[in-house]
Every structure is written in C-alpha cells, then in structure tokens.
C-alpha cells in the first residue's frame, strides 16, 4: 500500500513509509473517537432540555413564565436569562481549564491516560445532573462533565493523528467528529421521546443517559494501547517499536521509527513547551492552534446545535415539533460527516474548507433575510408550516456545510500539524481558544438574538467570509504528509518560509542524520 512517507529527500520530496491499514489501528481508532461521544451527546442533550417545560419551570420558572406569555411577546428575548445561561455554558469554562491541566497528564502519562480520566469525570457528571434537586447541583454536574471533554477533546484527536497512517489520517481522525454528531443525534432521539414522558421527569432521563457514552469511552480507554509517539517520548523505546510494528503491518519499520526518534529526542531537549511554542519558528503552528478553533466556533454552528430545539421554538414551532426539527438537524450532521471522510484524503483540506465555507455564507444570509422578513424587528410573528420547512432547509444546508468543512477539519488539522516537542501544549492551545469561544458563543447567543435580532445570521456569515479568505490565503495543504514530516509544508509557503526557514532545514537534517 502505497503511503506518503517519512523523511524528506534531498530534492525536499518525501520519501514512502512502508506500511498498511491495519484492523488494529482501525478498531483503536474506532474506540478512541468514543470520546467524542460525550461532547456531541452534552452539545444535544443540553439544548433540548432547555427546551423542556418541566425542566424550565423547576429551575429556571422567570424564564418558563415568560415562555408561556402570548405569542405578542418579542419571541427574540424570551429566553434571555443569565441562570440558564449560565447552566449551559458552564461546561466550556470548565473544558478550557482541564485541558491546561490534561496537556501535562498527556505528556507525562500518555493520550490513553488522559481519555480513561476524562471518562471517569464525565461519568461522575452525568450522574449528578440526572439526580440534580437545585440549580447549583446542576452546575457542579456541568462542570465535572466539562472537565471530562476537556480530558477527552485534549487527547483523542492527537491520539487518532498518531496512530493514523499518512496516508488515511484524514479519514480516522474525522472519526471523532463523527462520533460528536452520532452523540448529538442520539441525545436529540432521546430528548424527542423524554419529553413525551408522563409526570415531568424525562429530563433527568435525558441528563442521566450522558452516563452511557462515559462508560463506553472509560471502559474503551483501558481497552486502548498507547501510541508509538507517546511511547517513545516517555522512554519506551522497545514497546513503541513493537506498536509501530503492529499499527503498520509490517517489520519494515526502520526509516519511520528513526523520524520518531529523532522527534523524540527534540522533545527531551525542550524543557517548557509552552515558551518553545512561542519561537519565531513555530508562528504559523501558533496562528493555526489560535485561529482555527475560534474560528470554527464564530461559524455560528453551536448557535444551531446547542440551541437548536430553543431556536426553533423562537421562530414559532411548538415544543415537540422543535425537538423533532433537532433530530433532523442531527441526521443531516452526521450523514454529511461522512462526506468529508470519504473526500478529505482525495480532495485534501483545503477545497472542503473554501467549499463549505461558502455554502455556510449562503445559508446564513438567506436565514437571517427569511427572519428578518417574517419577524422584523419587532419579532412578533405567527409563522406557517410552509414557511418553518424552508427555514429548517436553510439551516440543514448550513449544517451539511459545517458538517463536512469546518467540524472536522477543525479538529483534523490542529492534531496533525505540530511536532512532537510542541504537540501536547499546541493542543492544549486549540482546546483552550475552541472551549472559549464556545463558553463565549454560548454565554451571550441568547442576549445577542435578543439584541442583534435577525441580524444575528448576518454577523455569522460575515464571520465566514472572513474564515474562508482566511483559509484560502493562510493555509497550505497537509493532505498525505506524515505527521513528523509536517514542517516542510510551511517552509514551502509563500508566507510562513520566512518564519520556517529553519525548521523546514531541521527536518531534512532529522532525515540524513538517520540514513
């Protein structure tokens, strides 16, 4: 099997590693992406609990009571309240500060580590929300679960770019984003069938269920080896080359296990690689682990994901029907994800990034102008079923957009663009600024719907054609470029080589110092 290789040539073309797809590695990535299904199952599960009557009038009963106001109310306010607020970005908070704390567990222990205690953490979690009695017994819960996804979202994208090979890194590591939107569809099934539950109490069903996912990721954890990468740079030097053996089929594993070696000795010469990351000749691994997580936060995705069942009961669905209209949002979000893992390793990064960009463009600024027709600014409005269908097609085509672009990507091309010596700390970086944008995003959509109003679409879509030219101009292409090897994709930019010079020259060292 063919596989873009490892050390670079003489002439700054890559060599080949030998080496296959293994059932091992495809069955440990499969059970390592678990763990976005506990991101994906609070993303969906959150948002359709809100939108529960009994869950509103329990613990947040100012904003049920003006839920239950006529149709004449500003449907853009209503559910503007700082507590629920609160409630439903509390996780991100959390996330973004374990994973600070999950970067140094990765280095020191390993990704597998680090996945099994967020696991643990999130399991804890889950099982106080379904059991809460009061707002701050909800709180501590959201936040245990934030701590869980910030382990979890630290560790299961490098550990699926490591195990990867080249060749398909693309394809398994999108199998995380995948497993985020398996969660959000069951949690919007579930919350569809909770809800219907006599005496009020399907949304502690619908909390307590986050439990499953976190038994699956835990158990699957134990059941995960380490990869070569984090094997070696812990000292481990004969069970890596055993790992590498076997995640690549073949005992031809020399020139490969050389570049990790020597990525490994690098990484033992860096003392803090939170000050290594900030040298001139990591800027453009710096800009992306910044930009590419906040960015894909300003698309505007957790808007309709997280609030979706909100959303559509603002724009005039009733309460199941919303509900019903996030499930099909969540059909539409993983059937399209498997569109970028069936294109993202023939096609590359770039073109799913221009091209879903442009169709999220569209899609929100004819959303934003099909609200602001019926809705003004007044935001009063009786909408028709006809009328609700079209919206609901708008938002399906954003989604499908995001769902095969900047979901995945997001996360794909952080996790495979740093070296060794930077790779847990540059992670730590990109969760960081996506839980913060997201703690952000989430903290202020409900008072920006009631403030920017239909506007609001606007905004997004403005901050898409920003992303897009961004991409376009800044971003090289990583598609089949071996992940220790990644370096030379910046020294050959029109842009980044006047930052790189150097490093892409340290990778052609590596390769003739190993020859």
Request: net charge positive; proline share 4%.
């Given at each position: 099997?063919?596989?873009?290789?490892?050390?670079?040539?003489?002439?700054?073309?890559?060599?080949?590693?030998?080496?296959?797809?293994?059932?091992?590695?495809?069955?440990?990535?499969?059970?390592?992406?678990?763990?976005?299904?506990?991101?994906?199952?609070?993303?969906?599960?959150?948002?359709?609990?809100?939108?529960?009557?009994?869950?509103?009038?329990?613990?947040?009963?100012?904003?049920?009571?003006?839920?239950?106001?006529?149709?004449?109310?500003?449907?853009?306010?209503?559910?503007?309240?700082?507590?629920?607020t609160l409630f439903t970005s509390s996780l991100y908070l959390a996330a973004l500060?374990?994973?600070?704390?999950?970067?140094?567990?990765?280095?020191?222990?390993?990704?597998?580590?680090?996945?099994?205690?967020?696991?643990?953490?999130?399991?804890?979690?889950?099982?106080?929300?379904?059991?809460?009695?009061?707002?701050?017994?909800?709180?501590?819960?959201?936040?245990?679960?934030?701590?869980?996804?910030?382990?979890?979202?630290?560790?299961?994208?490098?550990?699926?770019?490591?195990?990867?090979?080249?060749?398909?890194?693309?394809?398994?590591?999108?199998?995380?984003?995948?497993?985020?939107?398996?969660?959000?569809?069951?949690?919007?099934?579930?919350?569809?069938?909770?809800?219907?539950?006599?005496?009020?109490?399907?949304?502690?069903?619908?909390?307590?269920?986050?439990a499953i996912p976190a038994v699956i990721m835990t158990v699957g954890s134990i059941?995960?080896?380490?990869?070569?990468?984090?094997?070696?740079?812990?000292?481990?030097?004969?069970?890596?080359?055993?790992?590498?053996?076997?995640?690549?089929?073949?005992?031809?594993?020399?020139?490969?296990?050389?570049?990790?070696?020597?990525?490994?000795?690098?990484?033992?010469?860096?003392?803090?690689?939170?000050?290594?990351?900030?040298?001139?000749?990591?800027?453009?691994?710096?800009?992306?682990?910044?930009?590419?997580?906040?960015?894909?936060?300003?698309?505007?995705?957790?808007?309709?994901?997280?609030?979706?069942?909100?959303?559509?009961?603002?724009?005039?669905?009733?309460?199941?029907?919303?509900?019903?209209?996030?499930?099909?949002?969540?059909?539409?979000?993983?059937?399209?994800?498997?569109?970028?893992?069936?294109?993202?390793?023939?096609?590359?990064?770039?073109?799913?990034?221009?091209?879903?960009?442009?169709?999220?463009?569209?899609?929100?600024?004819?959303?934003?102008?099909?609200?602001?027709?019926?809705?003004?600014?007044?935001?009063?409005?009786?909408?028709?079923?006809?009328?609700?269908?079209?919206?609901?097609?708008?938002?399906?085509?954003?989604?499908?957009?995001?769902?095969?672009?900047?979901?995945?990507?997001?996360?794909?091309?952080?996790?495979?663009?740093?070296?060794?010596?930077?790779?847990?700390?540059?992670?730590?970086?990109?969760?960081?600024?996506?839980?913060?944008?997201?703690?952000?995003?989430?903290?202020?959509?409900?008072?920006?719907?009631?403030?920017?109003?239909?506007?609001?679409?606007?905004?997004?879509?403005?901050?898409?054609?920003?992303?897009?030219?961004?991409?376009?101009?800044?971003?090289?292409?990583?598609?089949?470029?071996?992940?220790?090897?990644?370096?030379?994709?910046?020294?050959?930019?029109?842009?980044?080589?006047?930052?790189?010079?150097?490093?892409?020259?340290?990778?052609?060292?590596?390769?003739?110092?190993?020859?």
């Amino acid at each position: 099997m063919e596989n873009a290789g490892a050390a670079t040539g003489g002439d700054g073309a890559p060599k080949h590693y030998p080496g296959k797809m293994t059932v091992f590695v495809f069955i440990a990535c499969l059970v390592a992406s678990s763990g976005g299904l506990i991101f994906g199952y609070d993303i969906g599960i959150s948002g359709g609990v809100t939108s529960m009557d009994p869950f509103l009038s329990r613990f947040f009963p100012s904003v049920y009571a003006k839920e239950k106001e006529v149709v004449d109310t500003n449907q853009y306010c209503k559910f503007d309240s700082e507590p629920l607020t609160l409630f439903t970005s509390s996780l991100y908070l959390a996330a973004l500060i374990a994973s600070l704390f999950a970067s140094v567990i990765t280095r020191k222990l390993g990704r597998k580590m680090t996945m099994l205690g967020g696991g643990f953490i999130f399991l804890i979690g889950a099982v106080l929300n379904g059991a809460a009695v009061n707002v701050a017994m909800l709180i501590i819960g959201r936040i245990l679960l934030g701590i869980g996804v910030g382990f979890s979202i630290q560790a299961v994208p490098l550990y699926l770019s490591e195990m990867a090979p080249a060749k398909m890194r693309g394809m398994l590591n999108i199998s995380f984003q995948l497993m985020i939107t398996v969660g959000i569809l069951f949690a919007n099934l579930i919350n569809y069938f909770t809800d219907k539950i006599a005496g009020g109490w399907g949304w502690r069903v619908s909390l307590g269920l986050a439990a499953i996912p976190a038994v699956i990721m835990t158990v699957g954890s134990i059941l995960l080896p380490d990869t070569p990468n984090s094997l070696l740079s812990r000292g481990k030097e004969n069970e890596a080359r055993t790992m590498l053996r076997r995640t690549r089929g073949t005992e031809d594993i020399g020139p490969e296990y050389d570049d990790l070696v020597a990525a490994s000795e690098a990484t033992k010469a860096i003392e803090n690689p939170w000050r290594t990351l900030l040298e001139r000749r990591y800027r453009p691994q710096l800009v992306m682990s910044v930009l590419i997580p906040t960015l894909q936060q300003l698309t505007g995705i957790n808007v309709v994901m997280f609030y979706a069942p909100v959303l559509f009961k603002t724009i005039g669905f009733g309460g199941t029907a919303s509900l019903m209209s996030a499930v099909i949002t969540g059909l539409v979000n993983m059937f399209a994800t498997f569109v970028s893992i069936a294109t993202v390793d023939r096609f590359g990064r770039r073109v799913l990034f221009i091209q879903g960009g442009i169709q999220m463009i569209i899609a929100q600024f004819i959303l934003g102008t099909l609200i602001a027709v019926k809705f003004g600014t007044a935001g009063v409005a009786n909408i028709s079923q006809g009328y609700a269908i079209v919206v609901v097609l708008f938002i399906c085509l954003f989604v499908s957009a995001f769902a095969w672009s900047w979901g995945p990507l997001g996360w794909l091309v952080p996790s495979e663009i740093f070296p060794l010596e930077i790779r847990s700390a540059a992670q730590s970086v990109v969760v960081v600024f996506n839980m913060a944008f997201t703690f952000f995003i989430a903290q202020i959509f409900l008072m920006m719907l009631c403030r920017l109003k239909f506007g609001l679409f606007f905004f997004f879509g403005a901050m898409e054609l920003i992303m897009t030219g961004f991409v376009f101009v800044f971003l090289p292409e990583t598609k089949g470029i071996p992940i220790e090897e990644m370096d030379r994709i910046w020294g050959e930019h029109w842009y980044w080589s006047r930052f790189v010079g150097a490093g892409r020259n340290r990778v052609m060292q590596m390769a003739s110092t190993n020859v």
